[in-house]
């Protein structure tokens, strides 16, 4: 589990089992799991409208005497303005050391670019990473994109849909799907991408993003932001060259309309790139933050690759380190 110092409650992370128990355990998904049979709690999600920037607002949550407050994120005039990012968290020590660090530096809204729970389609997890990630989540705004633990294992996009919904974002930027959308955060366009949704030209991802850029006025919000989970800069073994197609069809769309920053995760490590286009540093291309360092059980990924010509680096690779820092 992970122990809150303070106040001696322990966020459980983990199931234990009796040796009968184990004896009928023979996998996840099994029709014999005696665990697999998950009753989900009601789940309730409240639209807040006509809301006002910089302004602090109080709620309650119906059985829980606790009252809990969040701050509206500053319009795009007040600088500055202090955004956390986070990726690949799961339910670890690690992961706990994340939340508190980024609620500490109290940011106007966090960023997470995928992979929240790892529950892997174990319903209960869902619920144990609730209770860990409420002290970030119940007090500073939130914006999510999906990861590949939101989609496989039989996970099917289903729980984060329900806990985790991006749907009203979505339609108010027009977009059909919640998985990919839009929304203006203070100084920010940001721009969240699905990595496990089609993006060639003529996808519905594409067309929506095509749309949503042409759109995009710069004068109201300068800094134009990317989100999606999988990257298509990393000098990392892990996970090299997954997101070569999306990267393909949509990096010259983030090029002409001069996207500024890009947010991944998926490689359990930190890196920042250069400025970079098509492989090469370019002055016009954008920086990737690559966010995987956020704590997740499956550990950093220490294995870095060399550059050409006996570089110790790509020459587009800025800043690179495979540990949990406890922050994204």
Sequence with gaps: WCQDASTGWKYPCYHSFTAEDASKLHGAGRYYNF?????????HTVVLKGLAPNQRYCYSVDNDQRVFSFKMPADSSLFPFKVGLIADAGQTAASKASFDLLKKIAPEAVLFAGDLSYADGFGPRWDSFGRLFERLGATV????????????????????????????AAEASGSSNPL????????MH???????SQSHPSSAMYQWLETDLAQF????????VAMMHAPWYNSNKGH????KPMKENMET????????LVLNGHVHSYERTKQVYENHTDPCGPVYLNLGDGGNREGPYLHWLPGRAGASRPAWTAFREGSFRGGG
């Design 240 to 243: 090299i060259g997954e997101a």
């Design 35 to 43: 665990r697999d049979n998950y009753d989900s709690p009601n789940i």
């Design 190 to 196: 940001i721009i969240s991408l699905s990595s496990y």
């Design 141 to 168: 705004p939130m914006a999510y994109c999906p990861g590949n633990h939101e989609d496989g294992l039989g996970e099917a996009y289903v729980n984060y849909k329900e806990r985790f919904p991006m749907k009203f």
């Design 217 to 224: 006025d710069r004068a109201k919000t300068p800094w134009l």
């Design 253 to 260: 769309l983030f090029y002409r309309y001069g996207v500024n």
């Design 180 to 187: 990919f959308w839009s929304h203006n955060l203070g100084p």
